[in-house]
């Protein structure tokens, strides 16, 4: 795993390019603010954004997203055991969301999920409004692999583990878990790299077998052990990559 540190010596009022300006904002990640400035979304100082390299500081420029003008939030980095039949997305016209879980003092944060868990998951999940520690803690370059306990719907066999560990074509590409681990009759524990849509329920169904539950349990050596499902726990952002990287419980 490569350790990811904490950026103490950001300062709104150097110059910084508009992509990560926008990130700061909670816009997303730096690639969701390049899209919002492609499509022309942006302005500064009441010109279209000619790119995502143009420098913008807070004490001298007006920046505008869809005729808004926007500016630097507080960054805000949240723990969640996430609940069964509730979904990671910010808005959903027909089921619960993780945000709809927070008290009304956080709505206005924009905060968003980091990575994927689905409605019939539950366990850890990360909310943040710092659109560059999300895009940390996802992408494969960083290492920081999910670990999910998951309770089948039958014994696993010891050949299918071992095709399990081999790796399972999925969208004919392999993907192959960092581990698999056989618990008890039908518990087992996997760890995963990226955590691609419905990874380990399709893994599971590609060898014959079906997922009854599944709960994250780990981000990277973040652990997951007394926190209540729906419940949630602030932290400093070095203090969360001091715990995902070294090893903390929640």
């Not at 920046?63 to 979904?87: F, H, Q, S, T, W």
């Amino acid at each position: 795993m490569k350790e990811i540190t904490a950026d103490t010596n950001l300062h709104y009022d150097k110059p910084i390019r508009l992509n990560k300006y926008l990130a700061m904002c909670g816009l997303g990640s730096r690639r969701k603010a390049e899209a919002l400035i492609v499509s022309g979304r942006v302005k500064v100082d009441g010109e279209i954004a000619a790119g995502p390299w143009i420098m913008v500081n807070t004490s001298y420029n007006n920046v505008e997203v869809d005729g808004k003008i926007v500016a630097p939030l507080k960054n805000l980095y949240l723990v969640m055991n996430k609940p069964r039949n509730c979904v990671c997305a910010v808005v959903d016209s027909r089921y619960t969301t993780v945000i709809d879980l927070l008290p009304k003092d956080l709505i206005g944060h924009r905060l968003f999920p980091v990575g994927r868990l689905d409605k019939n998951s539950s366990g850890l999940l990360i909310l943040t409004n710092d659109g560059d520690f999300a895009q940390d803690i996802i992408h494969p370059r960083n290492g920081i692999t999910k670990t999910y306990r998951v309770m089948l719907n039958k014994p696993m066999t010891s050949g299918d583990l071992e095709k399990w560990r081999k790796g399972v074509y999925l969208d004919d590409r392999l993907i192959k878990p960092k581990d698999v681990k056989i618990l008890s009759d039908k518990w087992c524990v996997i760890e995963i790299y990226e955590g691609k849509k419905r990874e380990i329920r399709r893994m599971a169904e590609c060898l014959g077998y079906k997922v009854v539950e599944l709960v994250r349990i780990k981000i990277g050596r973040l652990e997951l052990k007394t926190l209540d499902e729906g419940c949630f726990l602030k932290f400093s952002k070095d203090k969360l990559l001091k715990m995902i990287c070294n090893g903390g419980v929640v």
